[in-house]
C-alpha cells in the first residue's frame, strides 16, 4: 500500500514563499520519478514541475520556471516544492505524484491527497 502525504500549504501574499514537502511511504520495487500537479476550480490539473528518478531531469511549466524548485532528497523518498515570488495565479490545490513500479511491469501514477495553497 502506497501513501503520499503532502504537507506546507497554507495562504501567504503575493510575492511571499511556500516550501512544499511531500513524503512516499509503502512497498514498491522502484520509482520513476515524481512531481507536483495542481488544480484551481474550474481547470484541469496540471504539472508544475517533476523530476526523473533515472538522471534527474526536471521538466516544469513556462509559467513556473524561475520562481518554483522541485528538488528531493531519494534517501527519505521526499520530493520539495520551494515556490518563491508567488502570484495570485498560482492559488490552487497542490498533489504530489509519484510514479512507482509496484510489480513487474510500466511505472503507475499515484496520487497525494492535496495541499491548498492560496495567495492573495
Known amino acids: 500500500h502506497v501513501q503520499l502525504v503532502e504537507s506546507g500549504g497554507g495562504s501567504v501574499q503575493a510575492g511571499g514563499s511556500l516550501k512544499l514537502s511531500c513524503v512516499l511511504s509503502?512497498?514498491?520495487?522502484?520509482?520513476?520519478?515524481m512531481g507536483w500537479y495542481r488544480q484551481s476550480p474550474g481547470k484541469e490539473r496540471e504539472l508544475v514541475s517533476s523530476?526523473?528518478?533515472?538522471?534527474?531531469?526536471?521538466t516544469s511549466a513556462d509559467s513556473v520556471k524561475g520562481r518554483f524548485t522541485i528538488f528531493w532528497d531519494k534517501s527519505k523518498n521526499t520530493v520539495y516544492l520551494q515556490m518563491d515570488s508567488l502570484k495570485t495565479e498560482d492559488t490552487a490545490v497542490y498533489y504530489c505524484?509519484?510514479?512507482?513500479?509496484?510489480?513487474?511491469?510500466?511505472?503507475?501514477?499515484?496520487w497525494g491527497q492535496g495541499t491548498q495553497v492560496t495567495v492573495s
Open positions: 505524484a509519484a510514479d512507482l513500479r509496484i510489480h513487474l511491469g510500466p511505472c503507475r501514477q499515484y
Open positions: 509503502g512497498k514498491f520495487m522502484s520509482r520513476c520519478g
Open positions: 523530476i526523473k528518478n533515472v538522471d534527474d531531469t526536471i
